[in-house]
Each structure stands twice: as structure tokens, then as C-alpha cells.
């Protein structure tokens, strides 16, 4: 018998169990073609069980199984014994030689797995996004971030960025300097998702010698001279004004005190 019917048994969308039965029957081709393969996803009761196990015996279809909860698997597991269905756990066997070799219950949560991807993607994509949209290098960004931070050079905008987007965050930034006007998307994003970023005149005039010395120039450049940065930071404050964003001081906060203090924000401003 070439034609054959097979019921994917899921507490989640069903995926694995339909991947692993195609792989399966594809070492069997030619000739099965018109095997008929269908999912039964989201099965969280004993009741959804009986009718499927009722419909596979009427129908003379195999079942595939992947349930991540005991008492669900030892039910079917009887149920299609006593009813001369074959059937495949293909969850079971391996949370039992975990919880054995582990010695811990399993949490037997329905579609964690799908969760701990759809986490890992989102933050692989605010990854992108950080770099894609950092240093104002693209202000159309800026209307699509979650967090957009302003600030002048060296105020730690760059790895705040990435350390908001290691939490799912998509960040855009802009460095403000009085001789380049701000893009103007900068003035349509929604001031409760801006944040500026100022730091003390003494502090940045350090931290901006320290960079010159580790580039191999002289530390009395423009850049680092305070006149210069006393100018900056009055730009700074026309610009934010004009957005109407939240100032956040980072003189002498690491950035992850900075970023706990955007997200606290952002989350008082959602209630």
C-alpha cells in the first residue's frame, strides 16, 4: 500500500512532527506521492485527543505525535494501542532521557521552543538595526526605531545603542553637531521615544583627550577644547528643546544605568 494517511498530533503549531514524518517518507519516493499528511496543531485536552484518535482509526491514518505534557502523551500512547493505530512519540523519549540524565522535571510549556526563536530573531534584527542606523548615517531610521537618542560626540550613543538592542530594542541615533543641521525626521519621532544625552563639560573634555592621545594625536585639537564643547552642548540643548525629548545626564553613569533608566522611562510613559 502505497497511499497512505498520517495525523500530526501538536500542543504547538506541529511543525517538527510535520518536518520529521516528510523526511521520513521522502526515503520512500518514488511512489507515495499521494501520501496525505494532516496537522492537528494546538491539542491541549484529553477530549481533542478521543476525536482525533476516532477519526485516525476511521480513516486508517497513522499518528505523529510531538507533546510535551505526560499525561497528554501517556493517553494517546494507550489510546492508539488499544486501537491498533501505529503511532510515533517523537517528543517524549527525549524529555524522558533528559529529565533522567538531569534529574529535573521538565515545565511541560507548549511552544517554547518557537518563543526562544522568535526572541532570538528579534534581537539578531535590532542588532542590524543599530548598526544600520547608527551615527545618523541613515535619518529615515528614525521613524522606525523604538529609541532614538541624540547627543554630541563620545556620550556613549554607539554602545548604548547596541546594549538597548541586545534587549530587543531597535535604536537609532544622531550625533548633534552645531555645523550640520539635525535631519528633519529627527523633528516628526515622538518625543517620549527620544532621549538626549549630555555629560559635563570637564567630564567629555577628558574623555575626548583620552581618544585623541589613542589615535595618535595631539590631545589640543578644537575637538577637546572645552570653548568647543561649551558650543556644542548649547546646540545640544536648542535641539532637544525643539524636539521636547527627555535629557538624561550620563557624566558618571555606566551605560547600562543609562539604558535601565531609558527603559524605566519609556515604561512610565506606556501605563
Do not use: W
Request: negative net charge; proline residues 5%; glycine residues 6%.
Amino acid at each position: 500500500m502505497n497511499n497512505i494517511s498520517v495525523f500530526i498530533i501538536s500542543d504547538s503549531i506541529g511543525e517538527t512532527g510535520d518536518l520529521v514524518t516528510k523526511a521520513a517518507i521522502s526515503q520512500f519516493r518514488p511512489g507515495m506521492q499521494d501520501t496525505k499528511i494532516q496537522r492537528f496543531p494546538h491539542v491541549e485536552s484529553i477530549e481533542q485527543l478521543k476525536e482525533i484518535v476516532l477519526l485516525a482509526d476511521q480513516q486508517g491514518a497513522m499518528i505523529v505525535y510531538t507533546l510535551v505534557k505526560e499525561v497528554m502523551r501517556d493517553y494517546l500512547h494507550k489510546s492508539c494501542s488499544a486501537n491498533g493505530i501505529p503511532a510515533v512519540d517523537l517528543m517524549g523519549p527525549m524529555m524522558e532521557m533528559l529529565q533522567n540524565t538531569l534529574q529535573i522535571e521538565p515545565i511541560e510549556e507548549p511552544g517554547l521552543v518557537r518563543k526562544l526563536d522568535d526572541d532570538y530573531f528579534k534581537k539578531i534584527e535590532a542588532i542590524e538595526f543599530a548598526v544600520k542606523y547608527d551615527d545618523g548615517r541613515d535619518p529615515r531610521g528614525l521613524l522606525k526605531a523604538d529609541i532614538v537618542l541624540v547627543g554630541v560626540s563620545r556620550t556613549s550613543k554607539t554602545p548604548l545603542s547596541q546594549f538597548l538592542a541586545h534587549k530587543r530594542f531597535k535604536v537609532a541615533n544622531v550625533p548633534l553637531v552645531p555645523e550640520v543641521e539635525p535631519p528633519e525626521e529627527l523633528f516628526s519621532v515622538d518625543p517620549k521615544k527620544c532621549f538626549g544625552l549630555v555629560i559635563s563639560p570637564d567630564k567629555l573634555n577628558n574623555i575626548r583627550k583620552e581618544r585623541l592621545i589613542a589615535l595618535g594625536l595631539n590631545d589640543d585639537a578644537n575637538y577637546a577644547r572645552l570653548e568647543r564643547i561649551n558650543e556644542e552642548i548649547v546646540h545640544f540643548k536648542k535641539v532637544v528643546g525643539r524636539i521636547g525629548c527627555q535629557v538624561i545626564d550620563v557624566t558618571n553613569k555606566a551605560v547600562e544605568e543609562t539604558a535601565n533608566d531609558i527603559l524605566h522611562r519609556i515604561q512610565i510613559s506606556n501605563q
